[in-house]
C-alpha cells in the first residue's frame, strides 16, 4: 500500500473515533447545564451558549499558533497532542461540580485540541495533489459518520445511565486514538527542507495566506459555515422538546436528528469531494450553499418531529459537500510549506464561527423564538451560495496549479 493511502486509513479510523467521542456529549450538554446549576447566578440559557462557546473562543485563538509549529516541526505530533488533550480534558468534565467549571474545562479543551484541522493538514502533507478532494471526502466521511453515530449513543446513554458517563466514555476513545495515530502513522519530517521564513516569521506567512484571493474568499465561507453548522445546536434539544411525543427522551430524539443528519452529510461528503475534482469544487460549494439555504428555512414552519428530522436529512447531504469543496481550495492554492498554517488559520476561522454562533443563535432565540434561527441560519446560506458564485478567485483558485512544489511526490 502506498503511504499516503496508509497515513489516510489510519487518520480515517482516528478521525472516526474522535468524531464519535466529541459528538457524543451534543445531545445533552445543554441538559448537562441545567442539571449542574450555576454556582455564580448566571442563567441556563447563558451557560449553555458559553459551553459551546468558550471551546470554540480558545480554539481559535490557539489553532494558527498550532498550525505554525506543525510546520516547523512535523504535523503528526499535532495530531497526537489534539487527541490526547482532548481525552483529558473530556473526561475531567464528567467530573464537575458547576457549569462554570464545565466553561473552564471546555475553555481548556479548545487550548489543547483542534483535531480536525490538524488531521486535514498530516493528510494534505502526504496526498499529491490530485487526489486532494478525495482524501478531503474521506476524512469528512470519517467525521460525518462518527458524528452520526455518536449523538445517537450519547442521547441513548444519557437517557439511562446520566450525563456524566458519556463524558468518560469520550475520553477513552480519544485516547485510544491518539495511541493510534502515534503508533500508526508515520511521517518523514525534514525541517531543514522546509522554506526559510522571512525577517517577520509566522506572522508575515500568516499575512501572505491571507493575502491571497482564492485563500481569504474561501476562509470566509468556511466562517459562515461554521457559524450555520453551530448556531442552532444549542437550541435543538430544547426546540425538539416542544414537539408532542417527546417527553423524558429529549436525549434520544435530538441524538437521532443530529444523527441522522449527518449520516446524510457522510454520504454526499465522498462523491461530492471527488465529483469537485472532476467538475471543479467551487461548483459544488454554489449548488450546496444553494440547496442547503433552500431547506434550511422550512425547518422553523416544521408542525411534527417527523417532518423536521426529515428536513434536517435533506439538509444534511446538501451541505455534505462544502467542508470537502473548500478544504481542498484551500489545500490546492497552499505551498508545501504552509499546509499547517493555513489549516490552523482555517480551524481558528471555523473555531471563531462556533463561538460566535451560539450566542448569537441564544440571543436571536430569545427575541424572536427558536423558529427565527432557522430562518436566520437558511439566509446566511442563501448568501453563501452567491458570494461563492461571485468570487472569480475561489473559481480561478479551483483548477489553477499548486503556488510551489506538490505538496507530497509519493
Request: aromatic share 10%; net charge positive; charged share 10%.
Amino acid at each position: 500500500m502506498q503511504t499516503w493511502k496508509r497515513t489516510l486509513a489510519i487518520i480515517f479510523v482516528a478521525q472516526l473515533s474522535t468524531s464519535m467521542g466529541f459528538s457524543i456529549i451534543f445531545p445533552f450538554l445543554p441538559l448537562y447545564v441545567k442539571q449542574l446549576g450555576s454556582s455564580t447566578g448566571l442563567s441556563t440559557d447563558m451557560l449553555s451558549g458559553l459551553v459551546f462557546s468558550s471551546q470554540a473562543f480558545t480554539m481559535m485563538l490557539a489553532s494558527p499558533l498550532w498550525g505554525a509549529l506543525a510546520d516547523r516541526y512535523g504535523r503528526k505530533p499535532m495530531v497526537v497532542r489534539a487527541m490526547l488533550g482532548g481525552a483529558l480534558t473530556t473526561l475531567l468534565m464528567g467530573f464537575v461540580r458547576s457549569s462554570e467549571e464545565l466553561v473552564a474545562l471546555r475553555a481548556l479543551q479548545g487550548l489543547l485540541s483542534g483535531v480536525v484541522s490538524a488531521s486535514m493538514a498530516l493528510v494534505a502533507s502526504k496526498v499529491p495533489r490530485e487526489k486532494t478532494g478525495y482524501a478531503m471526502g474521506v476524512l469528512q466521511l470519517a467525521m460525518w459518520l462518527g458524528v452520526s453515530l455518536g449523538p445517537f449513543a450519547g442521547g441513548v446513554l444519557s437517557d439511562r445511565f446520566g450525563f456524566r458517563v458519556p463524558f468518560v466514555l469520550t475520553g477513552s476513545i480519544l485516547c485510544c486514538a491518539g495511541f493510534c495515530v502515534l503508533f500508526g502513522v508515520h511521517e518523514d519530517f525534514a525541517r531543514h527542507t522546509q522554506r526559510k521564513r522571512g525577517a517577520k516569521g509566522v506572522f508575515g506567512d500568516w499575512k501572505n495566506i491571507v493575502a491571497t484571493p482564492a485563500l481569504s474568499v474561501a476562509l470566509l465561507l468556511r466562517f459562515m459555515n461554521s457559524f450555520c453548522r453551530t448556531g442552532f445546536l444549542p437550541i435543538v434539544p430544547l426546540f425538539v422538546a416542544q414537539f408532542g411525543g417527546t417527553a423524558g427522551a429529549e436525549g434520544t430524539f435530538t441524538g437521532t436528528v443530529i444523527g441522522v443528519s449527518s449520516a446524510a452529510s457522510t454520504f454526499s461528503a465522498v462523491y461530492l469531494g471527488r465529483l469537485g475534482d472532476r467538475i471543479g469544487h467551487h461548483r459544488i460549494v454554489v449548488l450546496s450553499a444553494l440547496l442547503s439555504g433552500l431547506f434550511f428555512i422550512p425547518q422553523a414552519f416544521a408542525a411534527t418531529f417527523w417532518q423536521f428530522l426529515t428536513l434536517q436529512v435533506i439538509t444534511g447531504f446538501c451541505f455534505g459537500g462544502l467542508t470537502p469543496s473548500l478544504t481542498a481550495i484551500l489545500a490546492r492554492n497552499s505551498r508545501a510549506t504552509d499546509v499547517g498554517s493555513v489549516y490552523g488559520i482555517d480551524n481558528s476561522i471555523v473555531a471563531a464561527g462556533r463561538a460566535a454562533a451560539p450566542i448569537l443563535a441564544a440571543s436571536l432565540a430569545l427575541s424572536v423564538g427558536y423558529r427565527g434561527v432557522f430562518v436566520a441560519t437558511g439566509l446566511i446560506y442563501l448568501l453563501m451560495s452567491i458570494l461563492s458564485a461571485a468570487s472569480k478567485s475561489v473559481a480561478g483558485g479551483d483548477t489553477r496549479p499548486a503556488l510551489s512544489q506538490p505538496v507530497v511526490t509519493e
